[in-house]
């Protein structure tokens, strides 16, 4: 698909009346697709995990923190792209702050701002709540080159989410995230969570969990151990890397995840296991 161009008013309005922007979970439709703004790393399309659609992210840091939210079970909708529209109040708001308001290049036309990420939280009590996300790169807040109105265009950001009602807003950058936990989401999600006919059986899950507890050692390398428990419950390899990925992504399996690198290669790590046959629980 082509890229939308936003050179007059009645280029937003169309795309408004399309629907990007509006909708919530299976719904939503962004209102920047990858194809549409250049990025800095690799822009992607990114089938969904947490919501069953198609997400649009524009770097490699947005897709690292799209891993993090939907390995939360606190997480339940992630709305990318979030526009924040020009209205006569929003422009109030930025004429008060002492903010030129942004345009479109080449143009009069007030530009639609957006919010990387509107997340919809559950807290302990089980209540939902909203929350916001801009992600930047660490050298993009420290670099003095636009600086200063980058920094007043993430006020206006700020303000403008707070008249919607949403006061949790904060900045993102890759090294908040830390490496060791984004690596090891990226490499859980290779090839996708969701599995086939034979591995979404709960008796083959569950033995391969059983084989685990025995077999599972810090003593010898991830892969020998998977390799063990893969060939005693007498499926391919492969398919028991996927259960061990989709166990630890499941929370049936906790360890270190943010400070232990996992690679097949490497020593297992010290597991915990959360979701034992009743057997092994008694």
């Not at 909708?23 to 250049?38: A, H, I, M, N, S």
């Not at 936990?181 to 391969?208: K, M, Y």
């Not at 391919?236 to 232990?260: E, H, M």
């Amino acid at each position: 698909m082509r890229a939308r161009k936003f050179k007059t008013q009645a280029d937003v309005d169309r795309y408004v009346s399309e629907g990007y922007g509006a909708g919530e979970g299976e719904t939503y439709k962004p209102w920047l697709r990858v194809q549409d703004v250049p990025s800095r790393g690799r822009s992607r399309k990114v089938p969904g995990m947490t919501v069953n659609r198609t997400y649009h992210v524009l770097s490699d840091l947005e897709y690292q923190y799209l891993t993090v939210l939907e390995f939360s079970e606190r997480v339940v909708d992630i709305r990318e792209q979030y526009p924040l529209f020009p209205t006569r109040e929003a422009q109030q708001i930025a004429a008060r702050l002492g903010i030129s308001y942004p345009r479109y290049p080449g143009t009069t036309v007030p530009y639609v701002l957006t919010t990387d990420f509107l997340i919809t939280i559950t807290d302990e009590t089980g209540q939902k709540y909203t929350a916001a996300r801009t992600l930047k790169y660490d050298d993009e807040l420290t670099s003095p080159k636009n600086l200063q109105r980058r920094l007043e265009k993430f006020e206006l950001e700020r303000e403008l989410l707070g008249s919607k009602g949403i006061d949790d807003w904060a900045i993102v950058t890759q090294s908040m995230l830390g490496r060791t936990l984004t690596r090891n989401l990226e490499w859980l999600r290779q090839g996708g969570i969701s599995p086939q006919r034979h591995l979404a059986q709960p008796d083959v899950q569950q033995r391969f969990l059983d084989h685990l507890t025995y077999f599972a050692s810090t003593e010898r390398t991830l892969s020998s151990v998977i390799r063990t428990v893969a060939n005693a419950i007498r499926v391919p390899y492969s398919d028991g890397v996927f259960l061990f990925k989709q166990a630890v992504w499941k929370k049936a399996i906790i360890f270190d995840i943010r400070n232990t690198e996992l690679q097949l290669s490497r020593a297992c790590p010290s597991l915990t296991f959360t979701n034992l046959s009743s057997e092994k629980a008694a």
